[in-house]
């Protein structure tokens, strides 16, 4: 059972190592792609694993739990973990446009698995400390991936980036000693349990504060998002995509984690604060990105704004609004990533970023442009694409806990998200190029043109199909959520049966 | 022993809050490496300490005799100060390299990724 566990890490892992040692080759990339491809494989089957029997755990190592390092899939890892392998495969086979050789020689295919390999370890594993080190996995690639190239603004991006992620990752430690010290234990399940019979319970919310603080700069909530748009538009094209689906997202995932299984003692002060972050990071997120010109900076904000939502569905902590975090998540990462990958399109063909100097792409460009609408609508939350529904649960479950002004806010928010995609397919699609260019994808050689609309059209379908169909997304995002809210499953998976 | 321990972390956390407030990223850098063993020796501290008692079992016991230091926090600060190091490290070569690129430290004249645009056409 354990070999099921473990190949999500170990795959990319193997794929990183052949891929670094191939760096002077095309054979790079293709490793890369057939790794990410096989990691999907490894996905699925976990995935089906999970569906089939619930919650599954694995001691590394042989030690029993909580004495050893567990890896634990439930829905919501499951999940996580089958999303990071599709948008994997779907950058992996974007960069073989996106990517020039000069990049390739330096590492960039390594670097990326590298951080495919610490996503997937921070989903699957059930051990604070072993958390905080598949973050430092996932951040020293991230580090890498960030300036590879070395452009000026990547060099300036990178020490904002660096330099504040390095700040939560210490309070993150910070807060691992100091829960160690109250419970003497780092196994998550055993500290679910093991946080009951603490004492001082008022102390216990200090600690949570300094976990929220933490994960809250990895997710880029209100007030601590800075260092993601500052950032985000300066790499190339498929990190930023790979950044932009992934890395907050574990911030968001690890939040839920840790305050649906182990921080629930007090929901009434600490869901009440994530309550207000996460209405301050919907408003902060959608105002900054009314404010920018450039095509990234525009969907960099936005990421800020719709980790809002799923802080919203954590905050509100009732079964409907977990099951819309759940979704939120699922969606936000397919949309998002097509969203940076199209602008990488739309760089190339245009030779511009900046929205009011670009054009001209729905005349000469409308494939691109039917490819731009279809994530970009999802994003804003127009039915029948995925958006909508996780926007509609989101709203409905702040409504059923009579949060009425959060779901103006939440409802408000979506209305602006709408000015900005709007803004972006007026300037970029719509107004003719001001230097009289006629934008077309064929402008691209085919073997760069091909990969990359491979990607964006494979992540767009998704989108279609999460909007159309999405009875069975919901239903498997209620019995994650039905998982999350009575961790009972986790715990024994973990700690054999409580006897 | 505590006491002196936790005394430390304050001072070491007051100092390194009061360097990464500067503009300058030299300084900032130097406050993480304080701030960074500050959290070391929180978890050190938190882990209990049993000075004089090492973790080691006599030969041919199965567990140890006596009440010995917990090893599992020093284990953890090891693991610690090794992906620090390596975290530091390139965060050093960073400066140096965005000193040589952009020509300055100050945080506030660093706008080449955020440049000041004023009004939006």
Redesign the interface.
């Known amino acids: 059972m354990s070999w099921i566990l473990a190949l999500p890490i170990a795959v990319p892992f193997a794929t990183a190592v052949l891929a670094f040692l191939a760096r002077h080759s095309a054979a790079g990339r293709w490793l890369s792609v057939a790794g990410n491809a096989a990691l999907l494989v490894a996905a699925v089957l976990l995935m089906g694993t999970v569906w089939n029997e619930g919650v599954i755990a694995a001691q590394m190592g042989g030690w029993p739990a909580p004495f050893g390092i567990t890896l634990v899939a439930d829905l919501l890892s499951g999940v996580m973990v089958l999303i990071t392998a599709i948008t994997g495969l779907a950058v992996s086979v974007y960069a073989l446009g996106d990517i020039n050789e000069r990049k390739e020689y330096l590492g960039y295919h390594a670097l990326f698995n590298v951080l495919i390999a610490g996503v997937c370890g921070a989903f699957l594993t059930g051990d604070l400390?072993n958390l905080?080190?598949w973050f430092?996995v996932m951040?020293?690639a991230s580090?890498g991936l960030l300036?590879l190239g070395?452009k000026?603004?990547?060099?300036?991006?990178?020490?904002?980036y660096?330099?504040l992620n390095?700040?939560s990752?210490?309070l993150f430690?910070?807060g691992?000693?100091?829960l160690?010290?109250?419970t003497g234990t780092l196994n998550m399940a055993d500290l679910a349990q093991a946080v009951d019979g603490v004492e001082n319970q008022g102390l216990l919310t200090v600690v949570a504060m300094t976990f929220m603080i933490a994960f809250g700069v990895k997710a880029a909530v209100f007030p601590l998002f800075f260092w993601l748009?500052?950032?985000y538009?300066?790499p190339a094209f498929s990190v930023s995509a790979v950044f932009a689906g992934l890395l907050t997202k574990v911030g968001v995932y690890a939040l839920i984690r840790m305050f649906t299984l182990i921080f629930d003692h007090d929901t009434g002060f600490t869901h009440t604060i994530l309550l207000w972050v996460a209405a301050f990071t919907m408003v902060t997120g959608v105002l900054g990105a009314a404010?920018q010109?450039d095509f990234r900076k525009i969907l960099s904000f936005h990421i800020v704004s719709q980790i809002g939502y799923m802080i919203l569905g954590l905050a509100l902590y009732t079964p409907m609004a977990l099951v819309g975090a759940v979704f939120y998540l699922v969606h936000h990462i397919v949309v998002k990533a097509n969203l940076f990958l199209i602008a990488g399109v739309s760089q190339r063909i245009t030779g511009g970023s900046d929205v009011?100097r670009i054009g001209g792409l729905y005349k000469s460009a409308p494939l691109l442009a039917v490819l731009f609408i279809i994530p970009a609508f999802s994003l804003a939350g127009f039915p029948p694409l995925s958006g909508f529904w996780a926007k509609y649960i989101i709203v409905k479950a702040a409504l059923e806990a009579q949060g009425w002004l959060i779901a103006g806010i939440a409802l408000a928010v979506g209305l602006m998200t709408i000015y900005s995609m709007t803004k972006i397919w007026a300037e970029a699609f719509w107004k003719a190029h001001p230097d009289g260019r006629q934008p077309r994808l064929t402008d691209m050689p085919q073997a760069h043109r091909r990969p990359m609309l491979l990607a964006i059209g494979g992540l767009a379908t998704l989108t279609v199909i999460i909007g159309l169909v999405p009875e069975p997304f919901v239903q498997f995002a209620e019995r994650a959520a039905a998982q999350l809210l009575d961790p009972a499953a986790y715990v024994a998976a973990v700690l054999g049966d409580p006897g | 022993m505590e006491t002196l321990l936790a005394v430390t972390v304050g001072i070491l956390i007051g100092a390194a809050v009061y360097l990464?407030l500067a503009r300058n990223?030299m300084r900032?850098?130097f406050g993480?490496v304080l701030?960074?063993n500050?959290?070391?020796l929180?978890?050190?501290?938190?882990?209990?300490l049993t000075p004089g008692a090492p973790p080691l079992i006599p030969e041919g016991a199965d567990a140890p005799a006596d009440v010995v230091a917990n090893a599992?926090?020093q284990a953890?600060v090891l693991?610690?100060i090794v992906?620090g190091f390596?975290?530091f490290a390139?965060?050093l070569v960073?400066?140096f390299?965005?000193y040589a690129?952009?020509g300055t430290l100050e945080?506030d004249r660093?706008?080449?990724?955020?440049p000041d645009?004023g009004a939006?056409?």
């Open positions: 400390f905080y080190v430092e951040l020293i580090f300036i070395g000026p603004e990547q060099i300036d991006g990178g020490i904002k660096v330099t390095l700040v990752t210490i430690l910070s691992i000693g100091l160690y010290g109250m748009p500052a950032a538009h300066t404010a010109s009011y | 990464m990223v900032f850098i993480l701030i960074s500050a959290a070391n929180i978890i050190f501290t938190a882990g209990r599992l926090p953890l693991t610690a992906i390596g975290l390139f965060a960073l400066v390299r965005a690129t952009l945080s660093m706008r080449v990724a955020e645009e939006a056409p």
